[in-house]
């Protein structure tokens, strides 16, 4: 049996040679790190977090939590290790991101038919079967080489990474802990504006000095509106950093009275910005929705204006960098295998997924596509009603001239036979069917596949 090659150790690369290791089939996960390093990556470890410690929602009624419950029946490595190293998050699924690194590569690297080389691949291997999970930030050789085999010129835009604080150096006197309309656990710490400091914490984002781009990324440089630099939503209007990041609603500081009674009205915050839990043991905390391409200098003038963070450590600045993706309609089926070579796979936010839960699904579908076709057994199709294959369906099948990164969201699934204006109840309903759908292609899955493997 020939070995499966996998090249990046994201969560992608990490998910997808677990998932060919499990079937049988011998693996040999490629990493760069630390023989080449990137611009965004701190440590060697396999599926490091590079923007934020969260998951997104869990709540299976929300888009991020369903695709989370799918990967969970599933068997995935990513999820199930997520899981077991969480971190207080609110409604989220965060996790401690240093150990949950470190203990996915200590798992690969024991795994008996995974072999975990470090080194960087400058071509596509012309022959055996390949999963390419090599993400945003594809080397430049490589990306070459992959540009000459689809022909086809490379999309790209500009995804930032939030500044962390050390927790012991947020004023407590000032930043408060509480949950939007007081619901479930307190797991955000809010740091309050009134109308002055607001505005004038705008002003001084708006007329801040960005590092430079280089001239390449200069000319290409295109926001993902999922992510935008938060100096780039203050100069959009006055309230709009308060109708996005620093919306104030549901938020209130139980330290000065009973929020419901209409005479603390005035006590009300104008905007808040949220610091989310980083670790387990709450020692370093994440500017929420703080994704920046100011210079570090001008960061640190700037967010230590938050009222709570006057005396700001920060142990890692924002950052920016470049996020390289193929045209996925044009190039690949909802298999995640390339139309012009089946026996060539990519998954992750090279392919125009966004989200470590995404990332983690292609990685699923195509190493375990990839073990199929080692076996030789037929490539699996999710069933476009779960997140996940409407997911694939989607990037594989949207408009090539405008196509952009998808994230999980209902908004891609087939709508439901009869209409349901209520949202909350729609996407239970939409959750309902996923699993359902989910767990009999899962049962029918089993007996094809053994009838397949007895012929």
């Not at 043991?281 to 709570?308: A, D, H, S």
């Amino acid at each position: 049996m020939s070995t499966v090659q996998v090249i990046g150790g994201g969560l992608a690369g990490t998910e997808a040679a677990w998932q060919i290791a499990q079937t049988g089939v011998p693996v040999t996960l490629y990493e760069m790190r630390p023989v080449t390093t990137s611009p965004a990556h701190h440590s060697e470890e396999l599926a490091e977090l590079v923007c934020s410690n969260s998951f997104g929602a869990m709540a299976s009624d929300r888009a991020a939590g369903l695709l989370h419950t799918e990967l969970r029946r599933l068997g995935s490595i990513i999820i199930e290790t997520a899981d077991k190293y969480s971190v207080p998050a609110g409604g989220a699924l965060a996790v401690d991101r240093g150990i949950f690194s470190h203990q996915l590569t200590q798992t690969l690297a024991n795994h008996p038919l995974i072999t975990l080389k470090r080194a960087e691949i400058n071509k596509i291997p012309p022959s055996s079967i390949v999963v390419l999970t090599t993400g945003p930030l594809t080397t430049s050789t490589l990306a070459e080489d992959l540009q000459r085999f689809t022909g086809m010129d490379y999309l790209s835009f500009f995804d930032a990474a939030s500044p962390i604080i050390v927790g012991d150096s947020i004023n407590r006197d000032i930043a408060f802990m509480a949950s939007r309309y007081d619901k479930g656990e307190a797991a955000y710490l809010n740091c309050p504006f009134n109308k002055e400091q607001y505005l004038h914490f705008r002003e001084e984002l708006c007329q801040a000095e960005q590092a430079e781009l280089k001239d390449f990324e200069r000319e290409t440089a295109k926001f993902f509106e999922g992510c935008l630099p938060i100096e780039e939503l203050a100069k959009r209007g006055e309230d709009t950093m308060r109708y996005g990041p620093l919306k104030p609603v549901g938020l209130f500081d139980s330290r000065l009275g009973d929020f419901r009674d209409p005479e603390n009205k005035g006590k009300r915050p104008y905007g808040v910005v949220q610091l989310r839990q980083e670790d387990k043991n709450g020692q370093l905390w994440n500017m929420v929705g703080f994704q920046t391409n100011l210079r570090w200098g001008e960061q640190k003038r700037i967010f230590r204006l938050i009222p709570g963070l006057e005396q700001a450590e920060f142990v890692r600045m924002g950052v920016m960098h470049r996020n390289t993706f193929i045209n996925s309609p044009q190039l690949l089926e909802p298999t995640l295998q390339f139309k012009s070579r089946p026996t060539l796979l990519a998954a992750g936010q090279l392919v125009g997924t966004e989200g470590y839960s995404a990332a983690a699904a292609g990685g699923w579908l195509a190493g375990t596509n990839a073990a199929r076709l080692a076996l030789g057994l037929n490539p699996l199709k999710i069933p476009e009603t779960t997140m996940m294959g409407a997911l694939f369906e989607f990037i594989s099948s949207a408009s090539p001239k405008h196509f952009q990164p998808m994230p999980p969201n209902f908004g891609i699934i087939p709508e439901l036979p009869q209409r349901i204006r209520n949202k909350r109840e729609r996407y239970g309903k939409y959750r309902d069917r996923a699993l359902a759908e989910l767990d009999t292609w899962k049962h029918q899955l089993k007996t094809v596949t053994i009838e397949q493997l007895i012929h």
